[in-house]
């Protein structure tokens, strides 16, 4: 039989909450769900185990229709849940008497509960099925599926002491929730016992991992929910009969948890460090980040970068900040060199950016002249010699930060002039948006219009057509009327002539004979009438249609135009606003360069 294994869904979790993009994973970690029952729906298997943690915490009555809803499509794939620490079996719980509607078996409760019996489960619970360890026969697949749930959110019992298979001879399939310090911790060497079941199906630790020899396997969480969860995140798709047994990790998360480690060193220039960074993250924008600078031992500098967590998720970032020192002490004690000389050089100048150059200066300064080991007796100082040596060293470090930072302010002007002429091109029409948005309400309006009156010709037609056949039937009554009473009774009773008879029955036919006419006549002219005006409705509701349609043709260029304009302008404001940092830089290091 073929399955599907997942464990630690972890509905409900709210991870990364104090991010700028946590308000998102939470209904994430829910979408990855039911996108993944709609790919078994549309490739269905036999089974799909369930091993713990389906939820975050014990679910509602709410949760758990919400979800058997969406496992009721999966119509012919029976589905074994147990539960792990966090959504732990209770008997005052709801899960405990929820009558599910999906094909799901809740191990270790008092019954297979079912909303309705039409459909009976394939599955009976075993006479072998104990208090701690449930069973359930399949006897289309030869088949015994074992299971244990949790009952407290910690359990530091281990209950694989009491797990024996019954029938060698099936199928045999374990699953089970275990394997952290409070949830039934255990050593892989104390599990032989297990080498007999044909799959464990495992869960509680969120990455995957699995051990052959045991045929045991942990799928991991569907999605990740930490940093401490980097790689491929999915399900375990697998086969397994009594000769063979195949498991293999599908790739089924939206994003991945990924760590970046960049070694940096007191030639590491910022603005280059931040590009690089920029380039890794970009090969998967989706994922979120967690960035460590490895420093070498003379790399003492801090480094920005607030410029990739605009672009990109960064979880966390370790290793930019450098060594904080005290340049009013290195001032002191090298007053007599080139180092001191520079510091008090630029604590006397009125620019506003002097702290921020005495602190760069000072810091490079460090590195050039002590390593990490003398890092405690940086604040005594250097003979002349080797101050002028760093002195130098920094200088032309700075100096090959500036080139750096003017080639990219050519770039930045460059990509800005072009952007200026994408925004001449793509102006802003939020005015002729509107006004375009009235003239097509305006055109609705008269097309309802026209509509409601042609919808009404066919009743003012149907009017006149009644008003004449009355019209005309009435004169035949009175007709046929007046010959029943002059001429039939008479002519019966009294013996009229028959030359009065015939006169008053010629008469009678030419009334009938006139009335049809006349009906006939109105009905040509006025059907032909009727036609005409329905017509020339249409015809105005074809060339106002045709009006509105090129209105909305319009509308939507405007619109275009107004998505990229909004765009560009976002562009611009970014490039304006590395423009601002560049500038503001070099008269930083301008100040240290005078």
């Known amino acids: 039989m073929n399955f599907v294994h997942i464990a630690d869904v972890h509905l409900g979790a709210k991870p990364d909450a104090d991010t700028s993009w946590g308000n998102i994973r939470e209904k994430e970690i829910y979408d990855t769900f039911i996108s993944f029952i709609e790919y078994l729906e549309a490739n269905p298997v036999d089974f799909l185990f369930i091993s713990g943690d389906l939820f975050d915490h014990v679910p509602d009555e709410d949760e758990l229709f919400t979800v058997d809803k969406i496992l009721l499509k999966l119509k012919t794939t029976n589905i074994i849940y147990i ?57 289309k697949f030869n088949l015994d599926i074992y299971g244990i749930c949790q009952y407290n959110p910690e359990n530091s019992r281990n209950d694989f002491d009491s797990i024996y298979i019954r029938h060698p001879e099936n199928v045999n399939i374990l699953l089970v929730h275990a394997g952290g310090e409070n949830v039934q911790p255990f050593e892989w060497e104390d599990l032989g016992n297990l080498k007999k079941f044909d799959y464990v199906a495992m869960g509680h630790r969120h990455n995957f991992e699995e051990n052959s020899e045991l045929k045991c396997y942990y799928p991991g969480s569907l999605e990740p929910l930490s940093e401490k969860e980097a790689g491929t995140h999915g399900y375990i798709k697998g086969y397994v009969d009594k000769n063979l047994t195949s498991a293999k990790l599908v790739s089924f998360s939206q994003r991945e948890y990924m760590a970046l480690d960049f070694e940096v060193d007191e030639k590491t220039l910022n603005s280059k460090l931040v590009n690089k960074i920029i380039l890794a993250c970009a090969e998967n924008p989706q994922n979120i980040y967690t960035i460590r600078l490895v420093r070498n031992d003379k790399c003492y500098e ?30 002191l004690h090298n007053s007599e060199n080139v180092f001191g000389e520079n510091i008090k050089r630029m604590e006397e100048s009125n620019s506003v950016y002097k702290k921020e150059a005495i602190d760069i200066y000072s810091l490079k300064m460090v590195s050039a002249l002590w390593g990490v080991e003398n890092l405690k007796l940086v604040m005594m100082s250097a003979d002349e010699r080797a101050a002028k040596h760093a002195h130098r060293y920094v200088i032309n470090n700075i100096k090959d930060e500036v080139d750096y930072m003017k080639s990219q302010t050519v770039k930045c002007l460059e990509k800005k ?43 003012i037609y149907d009017r006149k057509r009644f008003n004449l056949v009355m019209w005309c039937v009435l004169p035949i009554l009175i007709c046929l009327a007046l010959y029943v009473m002059v001429t039939f009774f008479p002519s019966v009773i009294m013996g009229v002539e028959k030359k009065l008879f015939k006169s008053v029955l010629i008469g009678i036919v030419a009334v009938i004979i006139i009335g049809i006419s006349s009906y006939k006549i109105f009905d040509i002219t006025q059907k032909n009438k009727m036609l005409k005006r329905h017509s020339e409705y249409m015809n105005s509701i074809d060339i106002l249609e045709k009006e509105r349609e090129r209105l909305i043709f319009k509308l939507s260029e405007y619109e275009i135009d107004n998505e990229k304009h909004k765009y560009f302008l976002e562009e611009e404001n970014k490039i304006n606003e590395k423009l601002d940092e560049i500038e503001k830089k070099y008269k930083v290091y301008n100040l240290i360069l005078t």
């Open 417 to 459: 002039d072009d952007i200026r002429k994408k925004l001449e091109k793509y102006t802003d029409h939020t005015g002729d948006i509107n006004t375009t948005n009235e003239m097509i309400r305006d055109y609705n309006l008269r097309i309802s219009e026209i509509e409601f009156k042609d919808k009404y010709v066919n009743g």
């Open 83 to 139: 539960t792990g620490e966090a959504d732990y079996l209770k008997k005052d719980a709801p899960l405990w008497n929820y009558k599910f509607m999906s094909n799901v078996y809740l191990l270790n409760g008092d019954s297979f509960n079912r909303a309705s019996n039409e459909a009976p489960l394939e599955g009976v619970r075993t006479d072998y099925a104990g208090k701690i360890v449930d069973c359930v026969h399949f006897e």
């Open 302 to 331: 801090d480094f920005d970068l607030s410029e990739v967590k605009k672009k990109y998720k960064i979880k966390s970032v370790t290793g930019d900040k450098g060594v904080e020192i005290n340049p009013g002490l290195l001032r």
